[in-house]
T-cell receptor
Framework: NAGVMQNPRHLVRRRGQEARLRCSPM?????VYWYRQLPEEGLKFMVY????????ESGMPKERFSAEFPKEGPSILRIQQVVRGDSAAYFC?????????????????FGQGTRLTVV | DQQVKQNSPSLSVQEGRISILNCDYT??????FLWYKKYPAEGPTFLIS?????DKNEDGRFTVFLNKSAKHLSLHIVPSQPGDSAVYFC????????????FGTGTRLKVLA
């Protein structure tokens, strides 16, 4: 019973390149979330997606960042023209459902993260 | 604006003793609070939660206490074990968006054998 799978685990990009981070949710989970952890900080919510839909992107930077969760395949977080300040750990999480009441079905299971380094 | 704060970046405790990790928040509208545990190079894993209508929740060695008037919660681990050494994150969410966790900056717990 595989958990949330993220790849790559480590990604090095030069300034100006594109970074693509992939996330396969747990089996049966259709809700995917992306979080970013900057050095010495807590995780910060970026975006919530369901299949083919962005539900809440209130935490996404307005430029250069985009996310998708296609009908088939993993969720992708894409960062265009990366800058040094994008260096961080990016975590994906998934849940069985979401709703107004928190219970174990709405619990978010996190992947191991992708550590992006921009040089 | 840090809505969830963990003011102690680190804590060391002897094996067998109690570990108390603290968390303060500013938004009185938060409905749920959670504690996550994180080992190096791994993702956070859920530990225990509490609804804002309760003041205590217990699960084995882990107990979370919520003081709404003080906007404060704490995680007690007793007895502490070396395997508990990790970074502990406090998180909060609203019922209007239970997926959107607001995390604190974490407390690194070291349990000494």
């Amino acid at each position: 019973n595989a958990g949330v799978m993220q790849n790559p685990r480590h990604l090095v990009r030069r300034r100006g390149q594109e970074a693509r981070l992939r996330c396969s949710p747990m089996k049966g989970h259709s809700h995917v979330y992306w979080y970013r952890q900057l050095p010495e900080e807590g995780l910060k919510f970026m975006v919530y997606l369901q299949k083919e839909n962005i539900i809440d992107e209130s935490g996404m930077p307005k430029e250069r960042f985009s996310a998708e969760f296609p009908k088939e395949g993993p969720s992708i977080l894409r960062i265009q023209q990366v800058v040094r300040g994008d260096s961080a750990a990016y975590f994906c999480a998934s849940s069985l459902r979401t709703g107004g009441i928190w219970d174990r079905n709405t619990e978010a299971f996190f992947g191991q993260g992708t550590r992006l380094t921009v040089v | 604006d840090q809505q969830v704060k963990q003011n102690s970046p680190s804590l060391s405790v002897q094996e067998g003793r109690i570990s108390i990790l603290n968390c303060d928040y500013t938004n009185s509208m938060f409905d749920y609070f959670l504690w996550y545990k994180k080992y190096p190079a791994e993702g956070p894993t859920f530990l225990i939660s509490i609804s804002s209508i309760k003041d205590k929740n217990e699960d084995g060695r882990f107990t979370v206490f919520l003081n709404k008037s003080a906007k404060h919660l704490s995680l007690h681990i007793v007895p502490s074990q070396p395997g508990d050494s990790a970074v502990y994150f406090c998180a909060a969410s609203l019922s209007s968006g239970t997926y959107k966790y607001i995390f604190g900056t974490g407390t690194r717990l070291k349990v000494l054998a």
